[in-house]
T-cell receptor, first 113, second 111 residues
Framework: NAGVTQTPKFRVLKTGQSMTLLCAQDMNHEYMYWYRQDPGMGLRLIHYSVGEGTTAKGEVPDGYNVSRLKKQNFLLGLESAAPSQTSVYFC????????????FGPGTRLTVL | DAKTTQPPSMDCAEGRAANLPCNHSTISGNEYVYWYRQIHSQGPQYIIHGLKNNETNEMASLIITEDRKSSTLILPHATLRDTAVYYC????????????FGKGNQVVVIP
């Protein structure tokens, strides 16, 4: 099992550009999450999904969109990147609802210039 | 979710047991104690969780006081690879889907 994988590992964008971060899990988990981590802020939940075809907003959803077309994939989109979105993005998945153990990917380091 | 308090940092000696404290004095009866850790530049990793009984797995032991207002994560034989930020999180088992990580405890294992 690869667990949770994230693509790409690093990316540099210019302000206003768009991009999609891909998260994939091979554990047949129902729940998937996108977090961002900034220095001194801890991890903050952006969006999450409780199953294929469903998504919901987390703590800091503005400026991001997500899609869960397949159970194993969870995509995070930035339509018009801003410097405030410079961060490390982590994807996670869990078998059951959020209190259940979450398994995290290795992260994507995004810089917006 | 109940608030937790951890020391911001601590050192421990390689090969010795590392005892990581966490205070959660406002914990509710249906809230569990979870521990995660994050090694530098990696994603967080689940370690262990418990409700009121002590728990042990291959990574660590979790000791919860009888009044449940505090707990201790024990790494039985700390290695250099255990250097990480350790997060104590208190929350209900199911329900909302957010893990509130806080600032954690930066643990450095010293040779």
């Amino acid at each position: 099992n690869a667990g949770v994988t994230q693509t790409p590992k690093f990316r540099v964008l210019k302000t206003g550009q768009s991009m999609t971060l891909l998260c994939a899990q091979d554990m047949n988990h129902e729940y998937m999450y996108w977090y961002r981590q900034d220095p001194g802020m801890g991890l903050r939940l952006i969006h999450y999904s409780v199953g294929e075809g469903t998504t919901a907003k987390g703590e800091v959803p503005d400026g991001y969109n997500v899609s869960r077309l397949k159970k194993q994939n969870f995509l995070l989109g930035l339509e018009s990147a801003a410097p405030s979105q410079t961060s490390v993005y982590f994807c996670a998945s869990s078998l059951l609802a959020g209190g259940h153990e979450q398994f995290f990917g290795p992260g994507t380091r995004l810089t917006v210039l | 979710d109940a608030k937790t308090t951890q020391p911001p940092s601590m050192d421990c000696a390689e090969g010795r047991a590392a005892n990581l404290p966490c205070n959660h004095s406002t914990i509710s009866g249906n809230e569990y104690v979870y521990w995660y850790r994050q090694i530098h530049s990696q994603g967080p990793q689940y370690i262990i969780h418990g409700l009121k009984n002590n728990e042990t797995n291959e990574m660590a032991s979790l000791i919860i006081t009888e009044d449940r207002k505090s707990s201790t994560l024990i790494l039985p034989h700390a290695t250099l690879r255990d250097t990480a930020v350790y997060y104590c999180i208190v929350r209900v088992r199911y329900g909302n889907n957010r893990l509130a990580f806080g600032k954690g405890n930066q643990v450095v294992v010293i040779p």
